[in-house]
């Protein structure tokens, strides 16, 4: 007998079919079957009240550090993927710079069985671009896609060798997957802790300048022209990045890129009192690259929201700010964050929101979902845009608490994931 139910009473956002309106989903057997009003629900269908709720799409993120194996302390995969389903996401990728790195058939199809065995957000593992991303050999990228990896990335490790990204970026297009690269010289920006900036020297820190980052994005921009492949550009954080992204997707470059909700909103001011819950790697920066990440979030130059989440535990980032890890955890946050500062802040519209969270995402790494067209996966974030809430680390069900919205009062939250169209989260706990 075929599983079926209907979803009623939501207004439904989907940006990909053009549809923003009070619509029923039927879904049957994992897959959207009918979307329309009234709809009749086979016998024996379940039924979910989606009153006074936005049903769009399932929420992805392409950039999220689930840190098994080897880091089971900070993250698991499951509680990784328990954790996206509580903030709306129906799927995330996960980055390879695990011990041992996800750079073998083996690995990647490890990532890719513990995911389907948590039975929360779909995992897609991401593997390595390079052999134990040393940056010096590229790894088998056909086996790896395989096994199962949507791309390919050295994130936590900058490809330094223009020769092996060039490499990445031919050899990819065979597999039809793209490369992500985290751009950063470390010839620019090596012991570097912070940006570059007012701010460093007041605290006497070690800034990485906006160049280190800078130059290795109009390289990636460049190699992809010239190759032809998909490169797509982790976590944007500088106003010249953004300009030059904006410049060659006008020239047709096959490029997509991230905006992290901290690089939407906060500043290098968030380090002061050497507060490590602040320190990321690309650092925040100033106002004026704020700003333009901002902008180019709500035209379309940056066309994916993704978190970075990077789980760490209490007692590292409690060490002094040079030796605390980067990063900070995002899951659980992003959708309330994003909604609270564009939405409801009155500069970008529910359906755009939506787009950068859902199908561009899937358009940028060719995943399944980001529509719920008949026929597209039963994958869904029904999500509050009223409700108010507080940031409470101790309520994550991630399990490290690595937060710079700490206490931060927002609006908007998720109620109700659903991936294959079975119940994986709701906030009420029934």
Known sequence: MKESMVVRG???????AGLDDELDLLLVDGRVARVGRGLEAPEGSRSLDATGLVVAPG?????????????????????????????????????????????????????????????????????????????ERLTEIGELVEAGAVAITDDGNPVMDSGLMRLALEYSQAFSIPVADHCEDLGLSAKGVMNEGVVSS??????????????????????????????????????????????????GVA??????????????????DYRTDAKMNPPLRTARDVEAVRRGFQDGTLDVLATDHAPHHYDEKEQAFDDAPFGIVGLETALGVVHTHFVVGGSMDLSTMVER???????????????????????????????EWTVDRKEFVSLSRNTPFEGERLIGRARVTVVGGKVVWRADGE
């Not at 073998?104 to 957000?121: I, K, L, N, Q, Y």
């Open 357 to 387: 969270m859902s199908s561009g995402p899937a358009r940028a790494f060719g995943l399944p979902g980001g529509t719920l067209a008949e026929g597209s996966p039963a994958d869904l974030t029904l999500f509050d845009p009223a409700e």
């Open 255 to 272: 490029v997509t890129a991230e905006a992290t909700p901290h690089h939407l909103l906060l500043t290098d001011e968030a380090v002061d």
């Open 202 to 251: 007041r605290l006497g820190l070690k800034g990485k300048p906006n160049a280190s980052e800078d130059v290795h994005i109009v390289r990636d921009l460049l190699l992809a022209e010239l190759t032809g492949g998909r490169v797509h550009l982790q976590h944007v954080s500088t106003w010249y990045g953004v300009e030059a992204i904006r410049a060659a997707k006008a020239r």
């Open 59 to 135: 929420f992805i993120d392409v950039h999220v550090h689930l840190r098994e194996p080897g880091g089971e302390h900070k993250e698991t995969i499951a509680s990784g993927a328990r954790a996206a389903a509580a903030g709306g996401f129906t799927a995330v990728c996960a980055m390879p710079n695990t011990d041992p790195v996800i750079d073998s058939p083996a690995t990647v199809g490890f990532v890719g069985a513990a995911g389907r065995d948590a039975g929360a957000a779909r995992v897609y593992p991401v593997g390595a671009l390079s052999v134990g991303q040393k940056g």
């Open 10 to 16: 939501g207004r439904l956002v989907d940006p990909e």
